[in-house]
């Protein structure tokens, strides 16, 4: 079934996936994934634990390679060749331009301790995109500003707070430009008071109309920040739709049931 988020007028899929399907070994992680994210939308990915939220997530980068279906990023089709756990990329090059225009922001910072802040946040546009270091380094400085800890440049990752590491990590990835964000539960590893300040920051973005997929344990910010939500089952889309359908008119008994779960944890 061909899952498709409603566009904001004259928009196109940033990106789109059809079919995806992924197993490690005998499990089944997804069963047929459809959807598409579209130009300045906010898509939540939602669901249990095991239900191949951040498994979709990092099929879109080819962090994982699905074994059947395609991703398309700005309507070109990532090339991959065989099927199955034999499915391979087809076209580094591709891919690494690809990857190039995605900003993945993952559950842990994945900050390199060797460097600092504003090394960390430089070295992709840098060696990567081959951009001047001079433009480079304004454009760190105005990111870590933007996330609100530009007077950490100097510092190192173990200088720094979880909540402080996890901004870092979002200005790294906004310096690259990215076409879409991609977050994987960004706020999972930190204490509560941290979490809601790598929070805000993520609704400053969402406010800007910047593309996004996040995967998200927090329903209340899933509901505040998203244009879209898919709820995730046992490896297929249960239910999706505008956050007042998702949480204010829900029809599956699985997603009641979960919501109501999330809500007394």
Same mark, same amino acid.
């Given at each position: 079934?061909?899952?498709?988020?409603?566009?904001?007028?004259?928009?196109?899929?940033?990106?789109?996936?059809?079919g995806?399907?992924?197993?490690?070994?005998a499990l089944?992680?997804?069963?047929?994934?459809?959807f598409?994210?579209r130009?300045g939308?906010?898509?939540?990915?939602?669901?249990?634990?095991?239900?191949?939220?951040s498994?979709?997530?990092?099929?879109?980068n080819?962090?994982?390679?699905p074994?059947?279906?395609?991703?398309?990023?700005?309507?070109?089709?990532?090339?991959l060749?065989?099927?199955?756990?034999?499915?391979?990329?087809?076209?580094?090059a591709?891919?690494?331009?690809?990857?190039?225009?995605?900003?993945?922001?993952?559950?842990?910072?994945?900050?390199?301790?060797?460097?600092?802040?504003?090394?960390?946040?430089?070295?992709v546009?840098?060696?990567?995109?081959?951009?001047q270091?001079?433009?480079?380094?304004?454009?760190? !400085?105005a990111?870590?500003?933007?996330?609100g800890?530009?007077?950490?440049?100097?510092?190192?990752?173990?200088?720094?707070?979880?909540?402080?590491?996890? !901004?870092?990590?979002?200005?790294?990835?906004?310096?690259i430009?990215?076409?879409?964000?991609?977050?994987?539960?960004?706020?999972?590893?930190?204490?509560?008071?941290?979490?809601?300040?790598?929070?805000?920051?993520?609704?400053?973005?969402?406010?800007?109309?910047?593309?996004?997929?996040?995967?998200?344990?927090?329903?209340?910010?899933?509901?505040?920040?998203?244009?879209?939500?898919?709820?995730?089952?046992?490896?297929?889309i249960?239910?999706?739709?505008?956050?007042?359908?998702?949480?204010?008119?829900?029809?599956?008994? !699985?997603?009641?049931?979960?919501?109501?779960?999330?809500?007394?944890?």
């Amino acid at each position: 079934m061909q899952h498709a988020s409603p566009a904001p007028a004259g928009s196109s899929p940033v990106v789109e996936l059809r079919g995806l399907h992924k197993s490690f070994g005998a499990l089944e992680v997804l069963k047929g994934i459809s959807f598409a994210a579209r130009e300045g939308q906010v898509i939540s990915l939602i669901g249990s634990s095991g239900s191949g939220k951040s498994t979709l997530l990092r099929c879109i980068n080819m962090l994982e390679i699905p074994d059947r279906g395609d991703v398309l990023i700005d309507g070109e089709a990532i090339k991959l060749r065989g099927t199955g756990a034999s499915r391979q990329i087809a076209d580094e090059a591709q891919l690494r331009r690809i990857r190039s225009e995605l900003g993945m922001v993952f559950q842990s910072f994945n900050l390199w301790a060797h460097m600092t802040v504003l090394q960390n946040v430089m070295e992709v546009p840098l060696v990567v995109q081959g951009r001047q270091r001079d433009e480079v380094e304004m454009e760190a !400085r105005a990111m870590l500003d933007k996330v609100g800890i530009g007077s950490k440049t100097d510092a190192y990752p173990s200088q720094l707070s979880g909540g402080q590491q996890q !901004r870092a990590a979002i200005a790294r990835a906004l310096c690259i430009n990215p076409r879409v964000m991609l977050f994987d539960e960004p706020t999972s590893a930190l204490d509560p008071e941290l979490e809601v300040e790598v929070l805000r920051v993520i609704k400053v973005l969402a406010d800007e109309g910047r593309s996004m997929v996040l995967v998200t344990h927090d329903m209340e910010f899933a509901r505040s920040v998203s244009d879209w939500v898919i709820f995730l089952h046992q490896g297929r889309i249960e239910e999706e739709g505008t956050p007042d359908d998702v949480f204010g008119a829900t029809k599956s008994a !699985r997603l009641r049931q979960f919501l109501n779960a999330a809500n007394h944890t």
